[in-house]
């Protein structure tokens, strides 16, 4: 399956995913599976949208 366009929202979301991600693993929490879901999630709404045209 092709990448999505990911907007400057999304990006920022995957990032503020990612960082609570590393908060968790600095804490020793490893299997952190609902950060996964949680950017699958976001690149699914991406593949979703509409693309623009011209």
Same mark, same amino acid.
């Given at each position: ?12 979301? #995957?990032? &503020?995913?990612?960082? +609570?991600?590393?908060? *968790? =693993? ?8 609902? #950060?996964? &879901?949680?950017?699958? +999630?976001?690149?699914? *709404? =991406? ?8």
């Amino acid at each position: 399956m092709p990448e999505p366009k990911l907007t400057l929202g999304d990006k920022l979301a #995957i990032a &503020r995913l990612e960082a +609570r991600g590393i908060r *968790r =693993a600095v804490a020793g929490i490893e299997n952190q599976p609902d #950060i996964d &879901r949680g950017i699958e +999630r976001i690149k699914e *709404r =991406a593949r979703k949208r509409k693309p623009k045209t011209k």
